[in-house]
Nanobody
Framework: QVQLVESGGGLVQAGGSLRLSCAAS????????MGWFRQAPGKDREFVAG????????YYADSVKDRCTISRDNDKNTLYLQMNSLKSEDTAVYYC????????????????WGQGTQATVSS
């Protein structure tokens, strides 16, 4: 079992940046496909970015492509999401998720979820 703890959220002005982190427990972090999802008030949870456990290939939602970078440090059991040029529509709770040895980024593929970290972008 994996426990995920997000951090790095906060209040930032439009155009600013945030770096989210997700610390994972356990010793087998490198076997998990990892993802970032977000949920804004009154909206469904949506995919933001993901990185596969084989090859470290990254995928992004169109809404954040060119503004966000997902990365992982397997030695530190940590996942990151660097978000730049933030917009008010990026305001949401951001969740980290882990999928055990899966090559899918759909929400149903993820086995473990963190509690989320709030990111608020003021215009």
């Amino acid at each position: 079992q994996v426990q995920l703890v997000e951090s790095g959220g906060g209040l930032v002005q439009a155009g600013g940046s945030l770096r989210l982190s997700c610390a994972a427990s356990g010793r087998t972090f490198d076997r998990y496909t990892m993802g970032w999802f977000r949920q804004a008030p009154g909206k469904d949870r949506e995919f933001v970015a993901g990185i596969l456990w084989i090859g470290d290939r990254a995928y992004y939602a169109d809404s954040v492509k060119d503004r966000c970078t997902i990365s992982r440090d397997n030695d530190k059991n940590t996942l990151y999401l660097q978000m730049n040029s933030l917009k008010s529509e990026d305001t949401a709770v951001y969740y980290c998720a882990a999928a055990d040895q899966k090559m899918s980024l759909i929400p149903a593929a993820f086995d473990y979820w963190g509690q989320g970290t709030q990111a608020t972008v003021s215009s």
